[in-house]
């Protein structure tokens, strides 16, 4: 086999069973966990929120509250979702769902680690600013500096790892895809409950006018076959008439034929 070929392992029956997402029990209901990962990713964001903002407070002090505010949300935007698909794409690349994903995990993951080292400087340099004065912690410049600093890593860290590892516990896309036609079903159903007793009316009437086509149908065939009876009993009577009159009873054979079904009228201009 030449080196240029690349080898695409796929899994198998057995470890998709184990870790693929066809599960039937995970796909319906939203999971305890779930709630869980969601109630920890939001404490962990308001956190992200205020430490970032105190360091932007500070780097950029001629800036507007606006300004701060849009670079605090974009830094915790951006943070928490790099980390967030670093989990999907590991659950992903487990789960052997997807073209390929193992690779994308080094695309997210490393500007997730790059944003953590630029404020974990910016963090010291703001650290050392702000301690050249004296802490008043009882601690030296270097001290606080590094207590700072190694705070705010840790806490980076950890948003990142609540965010990669809860979207890595409750990743699921078939439960998404349940979620979504389930809503559908729900829509669909308020929508026949809102139209339904039209329907119901709309039958009905079509089930008058059908019994009464069978009615009038029926009078028809009746009609029809009481006017060709009397028809039959006159040429009888007529055929007897005229056999008397002749005093021959065979002169009138063959002078009638059967009744036949009514034609159509001709059309009149």
Known sequence: MDDDVEVVKTASPQDLARNGYAHPAEVAGR???????????????????????????????????????????????GSLTLAHFV?????????????????????????????GVVVFVVRMLVAESATSGGSGTGLSQDQTMIAGAVMFGGLYLVS????????????NPYRTRYRTAFRANQRALKSLARTQHRYERAVGVLKVHTASLKREDQNYKSAKDLRTAWASKLKRYSAVLIAAHLQNPSATDGMTEPDRSPSPMPHRP
């Open 31 to 77: 999971s305890m966990g779930e709630m869980l990962h969601l109630l920890a990713l939001l404490i962990t964001a308001a956190a992200d929120v205020a430490v970032f903002y105190a360091i932007a407070s500070i780097v950029m002090q001629d800036s507007s509250e606006l300004i701060i505010g849009m670079l605090v949300a974009g830094f915790t935007a």
């Open 87 to 115: 989990g999907r794409f590991a659950r992903d690349t487990i789960a052997g769902y997807g073209p390929r994903t193992g690779r994308w995990i080094l695309v997210v993951l490393v500007p997730w680690l790059l944003l």
């Open 160 to 171: 990142g790892a609540v965010a990669a590892v809860g979207e890595f516990l409750t990743r």
